[in-house]
Structure formats: C-alpha cells, structure tokens
C-alpha cells in the first residue's frame, strides 16, 4: 500500500487546514503543544467571541490537551479517544475504533464540540 490518510478541517479552529498521516505513523491531536497536531487559536483573535450563547473560548476548552490518537496501520485505521470530553467518529461517540473501509469511504470526526474533520484515504 503507497497511499496516505488526509484529515481536513472542516469546522471550528481547524478550517481550512490539512494534515497527511503515512502508513504506519500515529499522531495525536489536541490542545497541548507536545501533540503532532495542535489544535487551538492562531493568536490573531483574542476576544471572546459568543455565538448562539456560547463563547468561542467554551468550544475550545471542549478540546483537551491529548484529545485523540489516530494510527494509520496496514489494514485499519484506529481512533483512540483520550480525552474525558468526547471523541466522535461520523456521529457516533467512540473510546477505541478500527475502521476498515477507509479506502473506500470518507469519515467525519469531531473533537469536542467544534473541532470538525474529514478522514480520508488518498492513493
């Protein structure tokens, strides 16, 4: 296998941006400067922002420091939840999952409340 795993920032503080995961690394995402991918403020707003009753700040601190693990393997995709604020793969709350199809289907994960990813396989 040569390809690799695009995740996409779709929503929240990730927008925009794009990281790539190579057969056989793990990555680990979060608020903490020691995780491969940090998420978090660029540093240009420093307001408070509320939208819908709820300030900017709160749907940050949905994320926690070491939030999730991903780990691109030979045959799966495996997602481990380390935070204690929620982790969820295409809706659905997940601890630990392994996701076969991921050459075949496109998967939304959201961290915390706002922070909102597309996984998926490029060739």
């Known amino acids: 296998m040569s390809g690799k795993l695009l995740l996409r920032g779709i929503y929240g503080s990730v927008k925009g941006k794009e990281f790539y995961i190579e057969l056989g690394q793990s990555v ?53 939840d380390l935070s204690s604020n929620g982790s969820y793969l295409d809706g659905d ?15 939304v994960i959201l961290l915390g409340t706002k922070e909102k990813f597309i996984l998926e396989y490029i060739d």
């Open 28 to 80: 680990t995402l979060g608020r903490s400067r020691s995780c491969d991918i940090t998420l978090g403020r660029d540093g240009e707003n420093t307001q408070t922002i509320v939208h819908e009753g709820v300030s900017e700040e709160a749907h940050f601190r949905s994320v926690s420091r070491k939030h999730m693990r991903i780990s691109f393997l030979d045959e799966e995709v495996k997602i481990e």
């Open 93 to 107: 709350r997940v601890e630990d999952v392994s996701i076969h199809d991921f050459k075949e289907e496109v998967h």
